[in-house]
């Protein structure tokens, strides 16, 4: 198998010489505050998706109708393309397998147009992902770990697998393992795949249809949590509601998000579940965090060249309360497009995206380099905290996702119809970086626990308990350790899809060893809590976590 990778001169404006820093192949861009790492600076392709399988692999795709990629497909390989912008023939890849192992990429071949789609890894690990634009509205696509020979491991397609047209939809895995798959522009309703008997159909959802904003919808790719209580809490535009999809009703409505600013696609915030904790308690809180977004809605102001500028607030909720309200909070830094994600220590970073502007073609402006972590145990106004820059502009169709060892994978950036390398503001962007935060650093050692069992791969049962033996090579605070699982999300158009943190119930730390340590730790008691599925396992003292082991419930 040959692959071809060409690089391109980027143009960049005088303003914007920090750009010019020279990149190197594993070079630090900062040493404090987190670090930034250059793994490689040339996929192949721009990352628009990506999915973390439980082989340590990242499935990463773009769209297949703006031109020939970067890489090519093996064996030469070649697909008619009737809905390309550019090029009919084409024997390019647009989707490839990164392994994190050995830093290394392989090219995919993905038939139908997956641009702006959606996905879900199922309980089996398998991503199953699902509609996107064209040909690819109705398809289901299917890509399941390689363990094996993983050159003949490849996207299998199911045509007309879905009973409506899903673009820019939610996907989310319910307790019994399904998908559910909410909205999509002018897809007012849901559905379920697989199919059974009673779900072989769509379901309106006029909630969707209320939250549509003419001519500027900002309710695509509406942010969707399963709820402890086996609900949904829907967040669209700046509206939310908690949905029972086995009645098909709406069981509760919660307050409009104060300031009335739409968070949606492609006004686009970000939003996360915040980690669930006490998993024993007769009654387990939830709450959601919603950041960023477009004053007032800018689409139609953006195309007409007012780029408005991004929200600095974040809204959280709690959703389990009987009369809950927003609690706002002020980010340091305002930003459209950016991505939240949830780190091992239960903490969420703030990264990539704009400070003015909206999502879609060259409408972003600004871009905001620099992360935040935000401590959600901390008391209000000490929770953010800004962390060292980038050099790389993140903007529309950049991705980012939590990798096993706790480094953070961002990629992506592609605010152009096509391929654009030269003559635009913000190139298309091939790259692909590790942020690592400052739990990584090496003052971190002799604090940051190993997992020595069980291995990696364990199974285990709703309600089980496994003891977990670990080594902490300097002093441990055992009132300070705690085990966390991490469901391995879906991200795409700065939302991750069934990205969830359960905080272990978990009995005393004793010594067993020199250094060595064992915690009982008591898995969720119901698939409510934790769908099926894998999950990455860690072992966190004083905020520092392990690296990771698969475990599947």
Same mark, same amino acid.
């Given at each position: 198998?040959?692959?071809?990778?060409?690089?391109?001169?980027?143009?960049?404006?005088?303003?914007?010489?920090?750009?010019?820093?020279?990149?190197?192949?594993?070079?630090?861009?900062?040493?404090?505050?987190?670090?930034?790492?250059?793994?490689? !600076? *040339? &996929?192949?392709?721009?990352?628009?998706?990506?999915?973390?399988?439980? %082989? @340590?692999?990242?499935?990463?795709? $773009?769209? /297949?109708?703006?031109?020939? !990629? *970067? &890489?090519?497909?093996?064996?030469?390989?070649?697909?008619?393309?009737? %809905? @390309?912008?550019?090029?009919?023939? $084409?024997? /390019?890849?647009?989707?490839?397998?990164?392994?994190?192992?050995?830093?290394?990429?392989?090219?995919?071949?993905?038939?139908?147009?997956?641009?702006?789609?959606?996905?879900?890894?199922?309980?089996?690990?398998?991503?199953?992902?699902?509609?996107?634009?064209?040909?690819?509205?109705?398809?289901?696509?299917?890509?399941?770990?390689?363990?094996?020979?993983?050159?003949?491991?490849?996207?299998?397609?199911?045509?007309?697998?879905?009973?409506?047209?899903?673009?820019?939809?939610?996907?989310?895995?319910?307790?019994?393992?399904?998908?559910?798959?909410?909205?999509?522009?002018?897809?007012?309703?849901?559905?379920?795949?697989?199919?059974?008997?009673?779900?072989?159909?769509?379901?309106?959802?006029?909630?969707?249809?209320?939250?549509?904003?003419?001519?500027?919808?900002?309710?695509?790719?509406?942010?969707?949590?399963?709820?402890?209580?086996?609900?949904?809490?829907?967040?669209?535009?700046?509206?939310?509601?908690?949905?029972?999809?086995?009645?098909?009703?709406?069981?509760?409505?919660?307050?409009?998000?104060?300031?009335?600013?739409?968070?949606?696609?492609?006004?686009?915030?970000?939003?996360?579940?915040?980690?669930?904790?006490?998993?024993?308690?007769?009654?387990?809180?939830?709450?959601?965090?919603?950041?960023?977004?477009?004053?007032?809605?800018?689409?139609?102001?953006?195309?007409?060249?007012?780029?408005?500028?991004?929200?600095?607030?974040?809204?959280?909720?709690?959703?389990?309360?009987?009369?809950?309200?927003?609690?706002?909070?002020?980010?340091?830094?305002?930003?459209?497009?950016?991505?939240?994600?949830?780190?091992?220590?239960?903490?969420?970073?703030?990264?990539?995206?704009?400070?003015?502007?909206?999502?879609?073609?060259?409408?972003?402006?600004?871009?905001?380099?620099?992360?935040?972590?935000?401590?959600?145990?901390?008391?209000?106004?000490?929770?953010?905290?800004?962390?060292?820059?980038?050099?790389?502009?993140?903007?529309?169709?950049?991705?980012?996702?939590?990798?096993?060892?706790?480094?953070?994978?961002?990629?992506?950036?592609?605010?152009?119809?096509?391929?654009?390398?030269?003559?635009?503001?913000?190139?298309?962007?091939?790259?692909?970086?590790?942020?690592?935060?400052?739990?990584?650093?090496?003052?971190?050692?002799?604090?940051?626990?190993?997992?020595?069992?069980?291995?990696?791969?364990?199974?285990?049962?709703?309600?089980?308990?496994?003891?977990?033996?670990?080594?902490?090579?300097?002093?441990?605070?055992?009132?300070?350790?705690?085990?966390?699982?991490?469901?391995?999300?879906?991200?795409?158009?700065?939302?991750?899809?069934?990205?969830?943190?359960?905080?272990?119930?978990?009995?005393?730390?004793?010594?067993?060893?020199?250094?060595?340590?064992?915690?009982?730790?008591?898995?969720?008691?119901?698939?409510?809590?934790?769908?099926?599925?894998?999950?990455?396992?860690?072992?966190?003292?004083?905020?520092?976590?392990?690296?990771?082991?698969?475990?599947?419930?």
């Amino acid at each position: 198998m040959t692959t071809r990778i060409k690089v391109f001169p980027f143009l960049v404006l005088i303003g914007q010489l920090l750009l010019l820093l020279p990149r190197h192949r594993n070079s630090a861009y900062a040493a404090a505050g987190g670090k930034w790492d250059l793994l490689m !600076s *040339n &996929i192949g392709i721009s990352s628009m998706h990506m999915q973390l399988l439980n %082989n @340590d692999r990242v499935i990463m795709y $773009d769209r /297949t109708d703006f031109g020939a !990629s *970067n &890489i090519s497909l093996p064996n030469g390989k070649c697909r008619n393309n009737t %809905n @390309d912008l550019a090029l009919k023939i $084409d024997c /390019t890849a647009h989707s490839v397998e990164y392994d994190v192992s050995t830093n290394s990429i392989r090219p995919l071949m993905v038939q139908t147009d997956v641009w702006c789609s959606s996905g879900s890894a199922t309980s089996d690990g398998t991503l199953v992902q699902t509609g996107g634009f064209n040909d690819g509205e109705k398809v289901v696509r299917v890509s399941k770990p390689c363990n094996g020979n993983k050159s003949t491991c490849d996207w299998r397609e199911i045509e007309n697998a879905l009973m409506q047209s899903r673009w820019y939809a939610t996907n989310h895995v319910l307790p019994d393992g399904r998908q559910i798959i909410i909205g999509g522009r002018e897809a007012f309703n849901y559905e379920f795949y697989p199919k059974t008997l009673t779900t072989n159909n769509i379901f309106n959802l006029t909630f969707l249809q209320q939250t549509n904003d003419p001519r500027e919808e900002n309710n695509l790719y509406p942010f969707v949590f399963l709820n402890v209580d086996g609900n949904l809490f829907i967040f669209a535009n700046n509206r939310a509601i908690l949905f029972d999809y086995t009645r098909d009703m709406i069981v509760k409505t919660y307050p409009q998000i104060p300031g009335g600013d739409p968070r949606n696609y492609p006004s686009t915030g970000s939003a996360v579940l915040l980690p669930l904790k006490n998993l024993e308690a007769q009654i387990i809180q939830a709450e959601v965090l919603v950041c960023g977004g477009t004053k007032n809605g800018s689409f139609l102001r953006a195309q007409r060249g007012k780029f408005l500028g991004a929200l600095n607030t974040c809204g959280r909720i709690r959703i389990t309360d009987p009369n809950p309200q927003w609690v706002m909070e002020t980010m340091p830094l305002a930003r459209i497009m950016s991505d939240m994600v949830i780190l091992p220590n239960g903490n969420v970073l703030i990264i990539n995206g704009a400070a003015a502007g909206t999502a879609g073609w060259e409408l972003g402006r600004s871009p905001v380099l620099s992360p935040v972590i935000y401590r959600p145990d901390n008391p209000v106004n000490s929770r953010f905290e800004a962390q060292n820059p980038s050099t790389i502009p993140r903007m529309y169709h950049s991705t980012t996702i939590l990798l096993r060892d706790g480094r953070v994978l961002v990629g992506g950036s592609n605010p152009h119809g096509l391929y654009n390398f030269t003559g635009v503001l913000y190139p298309t962007e091939l790259s692909l970086e590790a942020f690592s935060p400052s739990y990584l650093d090496s003052d971190s050692v002799n604090l940051r626990p190993q997992i020595i069992s069980p291995a990696s791969r364990r199974k285990v049962k709703y309600g089980g308990q496994v003891n977990i033996r670990f080594i902490v090579p300097g002093p441990i605070n055992r009132n300070l350790v705690k085990v966390t699982m991490v469901a391995p999300g879906f991200n795409t158009h700065s939302f991750t899809m069934n990205q969830r943190i359960l905080v272990l119930s978990s009995g005393n730390v004793t010594q067993v060893g020199t250094s060595t340590y064992k915690i009982n730790s008591i898995f969720p008691n119901s698939s409510k809590l934790a769908p099926p599925g894998y999950y990455m396992l860690f072992v966190v003292h004083q905020d520092i976590p392990s690296e990771g082991i698969w475990i599947r419930i």
